[in-house]
């Protein structure tokens, strides 16, 4: 991750803390770091043309490694620290109707 958010939880500051929770702390902050460095790949690429398109594959994937971890990377503090990470490859892909605010209720 290029830079903290204003609410990133990674006190070493090194980037690898996406804000997850409980007992598999570690893996799934890892497992997060590995889908912000894929979805940066994928949007480099062009993968993505539509805001929601990229918010749904995020979700997608945010609530499988929720699901094998229990991390509460569903929560707000990452799903934001994610898309904060995200942003600079956003912007560059310029996706059509990318509304930040979607991340937000699920």
């Known amino acids: 991750?290029?830079?903290p958010s204003p609410i990133h939880r990674d006190p070493t500051q090194d980037g690898?803390?996406?804000?997850?929770?409980?007992?598999?702390?570690?893996k799934a902050n890892v497992a997060v770091s590995?889908?912000?460095?894929?979805?940066?790949?994928?949007?480099?690429?062009g993968d993505f043309v539509e805001g929601g398109e990229l918010?749904?594959?995020?979700?997608f994937h945010l609530e499988q490694i929720?699901?094998?971890y229990q991390c509460g990377c569903c929560d707000t503090v990452v799903k934001e620290n994610v898309f904060h990470a995200l942003m600079a490859a956003i912007r560059k892909a310029d996706l059509?109707?990318?509304?930040?605010?979607e991340?937000?209720?699920w």
């Open 103 to 105: 991340i937000y209720g």
């Open 16 to 26: 690898d803390d996406y804000g997850c929770v409980g007992r598999r702390t570690r």
């Open 34 to 45: 590995r889908l912000v460095r894929q979805v940066q790949r994928d949007l480099n690429a």
């Open 66 to 68: 929720d699901q094998k």
């Open 55 to 59: 918010v749904e594959h995020v979700r």
């Open 1 to 3: 991750m290029p830079q």
């Open 96 to 101: 059509v109707n990318f509304n930040r605010m």
